[in-house]
């Protein structure tokens, strides 16, 4: 189990220096295509992980009451 976590926050750690290195390129460097492509593989490498820390938090927040009736509706 504690490997999973240290591979977990490993994966977003890997994924905020991709991202950051590929705007840095983009930024600096003007290579539009060498820089998408490192935020697509950054991107892709973390999503999943985002996903289940997003949800984790979710299901830990208390939403109030106002919140869940404005997007019943939606």
């Given at each position: 189990m504690k490997?999973?976590?240290?591979?977990?926050?490993t994966s977003i750690v890997v994924y905020l220096a991709l991202f950051v290195f590929g705007l840095y390129i983009v930024i600096y460097d003007s290579s539009y295509?060498?820089?998408?492509?490192m935020?697509?593989?950054g991107f892709s490498?973390?999503?999943n992980d985002w996903i289940k820390l997003l949800k984790k938090k979710h299901k830990e927040a208390i939403i109030p009451l106002g919140y869940t009736?404005?997007?019943r509706f939606f």
């Open positions: 490997k999973v976590k240290i591979l977990f926050f295509f060498q820089g998408m492509l935020m697509g593989l490498i973390g999503i009736s404005i997007f």
